[in-house]
């Protein structure tokens, strides 16, 4: 089954269990003190109880994260959920839910946080005296149009104070549930005011469904592309994560059918492996595709300097070598190709204006 198959070996959780889950197992994060492992004691319940998904109101005094790395296009951000029931296997954020005391596994995606008014908490740091505005990115860890987002609605009250304050946002989503909110986005972008990055990691439903259990089909993806792009919102896809020897075959044909439904811009990220799921990828692959796990991890660590994962600001979201390379050339090659716009579209901060607050004088000049 391979090494990291052993060390997750008393943390697997039977099939019948998390049917419709991405993890096939359930290890301790990093911080915690003591380690479990699952142990059969001969007694046998008849039934596999199914893991179903949790949601805790998180009660945040802030919302907005500020960054300061130097390879990423933005230096704030917004996540209105923690946790993500996509449950998409390769997720980098999954080594989060350790700080929370839980599981970068099956808990990342069914023990889930609502960070509760957001809008609120929004529109007062939007309101502080001597904030200055510059692009938030919305969804940089989890998705905030996951399936939990219908009944919480915490990302469409982000958005209405931003149009309202006229602040710039760029989104990142897999789900074509952003289109409900076309009305707003279609407004921003009149102001230019937001992009959104669409995530398309494969066009075979069959390994979507295995990697992505609970994301959209990946021709839902095309048709958030369309409906956005239809209505004057600006679209990038993004192809992420590039798996060596499972989606990287796929570059051509995916950027040809996100650049057909709309998309204006493309980009990438090679597979990153931080912390847990290292492990965790590598069960999935001991599972699903036993023959691939040990090509597809030399191809990694061949672009990761002989690392599992390599945090290096500038080679960290595409690795280096001669397989990161020939992604790259073959990125750009296809993107040139196909007439993608060569620099990325900027949003303005030139309309920013904080509404009055209830009670406060409108200046007369």
């Not at 198959?5 to 943390?11: K, S, T």
Request: net charge positive.
């Amino acid at each position: 089954m391979g090494e990291a198959a052993g060390r997750l070996a008393g943390n697997r959780v039977a099939a019948e269990g998390r049917r419709g889950r991405g993890a096939t197992a359930n290890p301790d994060g990093r911080f915690e003190a003591t380690r479990r492992e699952a142990f059969d004691d001969g007694w046998h319940l008849d039934e596999v109880a199914r893991r179903r998904t949790e949601v805790t109101v998180e009660r945040a005094r802030t919302l907005i994260t500020r960054n300061s790395s130097p390879d990423i296009s933005f230096d704030r951000s917004i996540n209105p959920y923690r946790g993500c029931e996509h449950g998409c296997i390769y997720c980098f954020a999954r080594p989060n839910h350790a700080y929370a005391g839980l599981s970068p596994g099956l808990d990342f995606e069914t023990k889930l946080f609502a960070k509760a008014e957001a809008g609120a908490l929004l529109e007062r740091e939007l309101s502080a005296p001597g904030y200055r505005p510059r692009t938030i990115a919305l969804g940089t860890a989890t998705d905030p149009y996951q399936p939990i987002e219908r009944e919480h609605r915490l990302t469409r009250a982000v958005l209405e104070v931003l149009a309202r304050f006229r602040h710039p946002v760029g989104l990142v989503t897999k789900s074509n549930l952003i289109l409900r909110d076309r009305d707003l986005l279609a407004e921003m972008a009149a102001q230019k005011l937001v992009k959104v990055a669409i995530s398309v990691t494969t066009l075979d439903p069959v390994l979507a469904r295995r990697m992505e259990p609970r994301a959209p089909h990946p021709l839902k993806r095309i048709e958030a592309i369309e409906g956005l792009a239809s209505v004057g919102v600006p679209v990038m896809a993004i192809v992420a994560p590039i798996i060596p020897s499972l989606n990287d075959h796929e570059i051509e044909a995916i950027l040809e059918r996100v650049r057909a439904a709309g998309a204006r811009e493309a980009n990438y990220v090679l597979l990153r492996l931080p912390h847990e799921l290292d492990d965790l990828v590598g069960d999935w692959f001991a599972e699903h595709y036993p023959g691939r796990r040990a090509h597809v991890f030399s191809l990694l660590r061949g672009a990761r300097g002989g690392k599992a994962y390599d945090a290096a600001f500038g080679t960290r979201m595409i690795g280096q070598g001669p397989y990161a390379d020939l992604i790259r050339r073959r990125f750009t090659l296809a993107k040139r190709r196909l007439g993608f716009d060569e620099e990325p579209l900027r949003q303005t901060t030139e309309l920013f204006c904080p509404p009055p607050r209830v009670g406060e004088q409108l200046a007369l000049f």
